[in-house]
């Protein structure tokens, strides 16, 4: 943030350099809050918990499906999991599903904190993870099509379609969950430092603060 862009939330509280702000947040914690209220806009107190809620029951119920998918779609199928292992670590169908889905959710974390926080290592590593999951859901359809395996192109297709909806349904889940947390720090923010998310009617550029209500 420049110094010539006002600060959502510092017009709410006067502090010496060196003081810790009420209770056992910093300086630092109004800056975090301000982020998380920039980027998922919330338009009121209410509605921060609506938001919370509503992106912690979307993300369970699609990590569920995606669990579901799995199941059904490739653990429980009886085709030969070992035909064409992966060229990377040489993993067969089903653990390179499983590692779809670990590597989906793991970067989708990492990203979505890492841009909250302004951390690079957390953002390098979630690419890296998602580059590497990219690979493992392209890499059925491009061998069978190029012949390097025992796959038809059929089988090379149904593959990766299963591992793209992983790939797509767990990084979709991930991200909610990972919202829902932020939107739950924020509400235990507010609510320590006394504070109250302005109504929608406010812009997020405006030097007035964020927090304009006392929580009775």
Not at 22 to 30: E, I, K, Q
Not at 79 to 108: H, I, N, R, T, Y
Not at 151 to 175: D, K, P, Q, Y
């Amino acid at each position: 943030m420049s110094e010539a862009e006002p600060s959502l939330l510092d017009a709410t509280v006067e502090e010496s350099p060196t003081q810790e702000v009420a209770g056992t947040f910093s300086h630092n914690d109004l800056e975090f809050a301000e982020r998380i209220i920039r980027r998922l806009r919330p338009s009121s107190q209410q509605d921060l918990y609506d938001k919370a809620a509503k992106s912690s029951k979307i993300g369970g119920m699609v990590l569920t499906v995606m669990v579901v998918v799995w199941w059904f779609g490739v653990h429980s199928q009886s085709e030969e999991m070992a035909l064409a292992p992966s060229e990377f670590f040489g993993l067969d169908f089903g653990q390179a599903a499983l590692a779809v889905m670990g590597l989906s959710l793991c970067s989708a974390i990492l990203a979505e904190f890492s841009r909250d926080m302004g951390k690079i290592i957390p953002s390098s590593l979630a690419g890296g993870m998602l580059i590497l999951a990219g690979l493992y859901v392209i890499e059925p359809l491009v061998a069978a099509m190029f012949g390097s395996t025992d796959l038809t192109s059929a089988e090379g297709m149904w593959r990766t379609v299963r591992l793209g909806s992983l790939w797509a349904g767990m990084s979709f889940g991930s991200n909610l969950i990972v919202n829902s947390m932020l939107l739950n720090w924020l509400i235990r923010f507010t609510e320590s430092q006394n504070y109250a998310i302005p109504s929608a009617s406010a812009s997020p550029l405006d030097p007035q603060p964020v927090v304009n209500e006392t929580l009775e």
